[in-house]
């Protein structure tokens, strides 16, 4: 079966522009979850989708914002980029229930100018 | 505050050994682990998990320990191999607080030398 997809793989912004990234998680999985990943920084949890719904939200600023479509494809948006934005963005899937494991995309490499 | 730490950021074993990743959580509630693996350009990967019922979960060269009392994992590489080089992360989450979430460590740098 088809993988997560993350669209677009790489991406070059400039400071103050905003972005939207995509994510398109296996079929039948419910739960989307994203992660920021920074050197030194591990993968750090930015917020979960289940059914259209953010279930849960890590600490990051309110420039970092989601949605989650009826058929599980989940976008991100980052407004007012930073320099210190530039990261890979990664994006899970599951099934959504507790000790269900991820399947990760290959993530979307944002680089702010 | 970070409750699930790796504080060895790079590791190097001889091709063949054993390799031994550590992993410390502070959180008590956390009762499942995972370990995940990371090559450069792509996202990570599952490797083995182990439920907080558990002390130990094998599967093929891979081996989880856990130390409850101590709030600490481990995941043994045994033979170590050349592909395996890459990072190798922990993650954890508290399946009891409706969170569904995990919290990953920075990650562990493993490079297997030939």
């Known amino acids: 079966k088809a993988g997560v997809t993350q669209t677009p793989r790489y991406l070059i912004k400039t400071r103050g522009q905003q972005v939207t990234l995509s994510c398109s998680p296996i079929?039948?999985?419910?739960?989307v979850s994203w992660y920021q990943q920074t050197p030194g920084q591990g993968l750090q949890f930015l917020f979960e989708?289940?059914?259209?719904?953010?279930?849960n939200k890590g600490n990051f600023p309110g420039r970092f914002s989601g949605r989650q479509f009826s058929n599980s494809r989940s976008e991100m948006n980052v407004s007012t980029l930073e320099l210190g934005d530039s990261a890979l963005y990664l994006c899970?899937?599951?099934?959504?229930?507790?000790?269900?494991?991820?399947?990760f995309g290959s993530g979307t490499r944002l680089t702010v100018v | 505050d970070q409750q699930v730490k790796q504080n060895s950021p790079s590791l190097s074993v001889q091709e063949g050994r054993i390799s031994i990743l550590n992993c410390d959580y502070t959180?008590?509630?956390?009762?499942?682990f995972l370990w995940y693996k990371k090559y450069p350009a792509e996202g990570p990967t599952f490797l083995i998990s182990?439920?907080?019922?558990?002390d130990k979960n094998e599967d093929g060269r891979f081996t989880v320990f856990l130390n409850k009392s101590a709030k600490h994992l481990s995941l043994h590489i045994v033979p170590s191999q050349p592909g395996d080089s890459a990072v190798y992360f922990c993650?954890?989450?508290?399946?009891?607080?409706?969170?569904?979430?995990?919290?990953f460590g920075t990650g562990t740098r493993l490079k297997v030398l030939a």
């Open positions: 899970a899937s599951s099934l959504g229930a507790a000790n269900n494991g991820y399947t």
């Open positions: 079929s039948g999985h419910r739960s």
């Open positions: 989708y289940f059914s259209e719904t953010q279930r």
């Open positions: 959180n008590s509630m956390f009762d499942y």
């Open positions: 182990i439920s907080s019922i558990k």
């Open positions: 993650a954890a989450s508290a399946s009891n607080s409706g969170t569904y979430k995990y919290i």
